[in-house]
Nanobody
Framework: QVQLVESGGGLVQAGGSLRLSCAASGLGFSMYTMAWFRQAPGKEREFVAAINWGGASTAYADSVKGRFTISRDNAKNTVYLQMDSLKPEDTAVYYC??????????????????WGQGTQVTVSS
């Protein structure tokens, strides 16, 4: 049974930082692309960042490029999202996901196979 468990969300002031973690179990973690998506109230889910199986390739949404960094530790079956220079518009529930279907990186949520329960990030102005 695949499980993805996010942690690290919380309330932070604009300009601050948070580090999200996603611990995976029940799958060959090191074989798959991992990604973070987010969904703000009243908005559709959107791609944030992704990292390929070995960590050599990453992708970011334009809105977070230069502020967020995705990384992974395959020995710990964990993917991270370091979020710096946070803005109020970053407020959302952040979800971890895994794509078992391709070697490359997809920005499309429907191409991801498993999802975590989400962690709330709130950025105050």
């Amino acid at each position: 049974q695949v499980q993805l468990v996010e942690s690290g969300g919380g309330l932070v002031q604009a300009g601050g930082s948070l580090r999200l973690s996603c611990a995976a179990s029940g799958l060959g973690f090191s074989m798959y692309t991992m990604a973070w998506f987010r969904q703000a109230p009243g908005k559709e889910r959107e791609f944030v960042a992704a990292i390929n199986w070995g960590g050599a390739s990453t992708a970011y949404a334009d809105s977070v490029k230069g502020r967020f960094t995705i990384s992974r530790d395959n020995a710990k079956n964990t993917v991270y999202l370091q979020m710096d220079s946070l803005k109020p518009e970053d407020t959302a529930v952040y979800y971890c996901s895994v794509d078992k279907g391709r070697w490359g990186i997809s920005r499309l949520g429907h191409e991801y196979d498993y999802w975590g329960q989400g962690t709330q990030v709130t950025v105050s102005s």
